[in-house]
C-alpha cells in the first residue's frame, strides 16, 4: 500500500509540474484523467494535503491552488528510476484502450500531442507546419488551437501562450483496437526518407526500456531535419515502430484503406523496413510522429486525449 501511495504522489506531482503553474485538484483531476490516469478529485485533494505535509507542494490560494516546490522538483527529478523504466510503454497502452474514436461513426475521442508556444510566434509556426502537412510526414491534415486560459484535451494553456494539438500516432493503436487488432507499441525512432519515400530507421530506442519518450528526446536533441523532409522530400523524422500479428496484416490493410478512404485523423506507414528483433509470426506497422512547430519556439509538450468530429 505505501509503494502505492508513493506512486499515487509521484503522479500528481507530476501532473501538476507538467500544468506549469498554480492549480487546484480539478484541473490536476483533468490532466491525470487525459493522460490515463483515473482518481476522483477528493482522493486528489487527499493526496495534496499529504504533499504539503511533506513540503513536496506549495499551498498558493484558494482561487490558485497549488504548485510544486522546489524540493517536489527535486523529488521528481530522483524518483525511483527502476519504478520509471516502462512508463512509456504503460502509458501508451492506457492511452490507446481508453480511446473512443470509431472509423464507422467518425466520432469520438483520440489521441493529441499537445505544444505550447509564445502566441507571437503561432503565425510562423503554422506556416513551418503547412508543408509538413502537404507531404503527408505526419499524422493527419488537422490541427486544433487553444488560446491563453483554454482548454485543450484536458490541458489549459497558460497565459502569453498557445496550445497547438496535432494527431498523435497512439491514434492508430486505438483505431486497431476498435476493429479487434492487438497492436504492440515497440520502439519511437528516426526515419530517414528519400524522395519522398521512407528508406531506414537510423535510430531506435525501445519504449520497453527507458523512462523517456523516444520522439521528444529525439526532437529536443535536435536529429530530426523533417523541414529539410518538407522541403525536398529527403531527411530524417521521427516515427514509431508497432508489432501487429502476421494474421491480422490483411484486416489492417483494410483500416488502412478506410482510414484513406475517408476524413479519419491519420493514416499508418506501413513500409517493410527492416528492424530488429521482430519475430514471426508478427509483422511490423510504422507511424509517422505528428507535426510539431519548430522545438525552438516550443516551451512546453503533453500528450491527451481530445474529442474529434469529422
Known amino acids: 500500500m505505501a509503494r502505492q501511495n508513493k506512486q499515487i504522489k509521484l503522479l500528481i506531482l507530476k501532473a501538476l509540474q507538467e500544468i506549469g503553474e498554480a492549480a487546484g485538484a480539478a484541473r490536476i483531476h483533468d490532466r491525470l484523467a487525459a493522460s490515463g490516469t483515473m482518481l476522483q478529485p477528493r482522493t486528489v485533494r487527499y493526496y495534496l494535503l499529504q504533499l504539503d505535509r511533506e513540503g513536496l507542494t506549495r499551498f498558493v490560494g484558494r482561487r490558485k491552488g497549488r504548485e510544486v516546490s522546489e524540493r517536489g522538483r527535486e523529488e521528481l527529478a530522483r524518483a525511483n528510476i527502476i519504478e520509471k523504466v516502462g512508463f512509456v510503454e504503460a502509458r501508451i497502452d492506457s492511452l490507446g484502450y481508453r480511446m473512443t474514436f ?24 503554422l506556416e513551418d507546419m503547412k508543408p509538413v502537412f502537404a507531404r503527408r510526414l505526419g499524422m493527419g491534415s488537422r490541427i486544433a488551437v487553444a488560446r491563453e486560459e483554454e482548454s485543450i484535451g484536458g490541458f489549459t494553456v497558460p497565459r502569453g ?30 526515419l530517414e526518407m528519400r524522395e519522398g519515400k521512407p528508406v531506414r530507421f537510423v535510430e531506435l530506442i525501445e519504449y520497453r526500456g527507458t523512462t523517456l519518450d523516444p520522439l521528444e528526446t529525439f526532437i529536443q536533441a535536435g536529429m530530426t531535419r523533417v523541414r529539410d523532409c518538407a522541403r525536398t522530400g529527403s531527411g530524417v523524422i521521427g516515427a514509431s515502430f508497432r508489432e501487429i500479428p502476421s494474421v491480422a496484416l490483411a484486416d489492417v490493410n483494410r483500416v488502412q484503406k478506410r482510414m484513406e478512404a475517408g476524413s479519419p485523423p491519420c493514416s499508418p506507414q506501413m513500409p517493410s523496413l527492416r528492424v530488429p528483433r521482430v519475430l514471426r509470426p508478427r509483422s511490423a506497422a510504422i507511424a509517422t510522429s505528428s507535426p510539431t512547430p519548430s522545438t525552438s519556439r516550443v516551451t512546453k509538450g503533453s500528450c491527451s486525449r481530445m474529442p474529434w468530429r469529422s
Open 102 to 125: 470509431s472509423l464507422g461513426s467518425e466520432q469520438g475521442t483520440i489521441i493529441a500531442n499537445i505544444a505550447t508556444i509564445r502566441e507571437s510566434y503561432l503565425a510562423r509556426a
Open 161 to 190: 501562450m498557445v496550445g497547438i494539438a496535432t494527431v498523435c500516432s497512439v491514434t492508430v493503436n486505438g483505431i486497431l483496437l476498435d476493429e479487434g487488432i492487438p497492436v504492440t507499441s515497440r520502439f519511437g525512432g528516426l
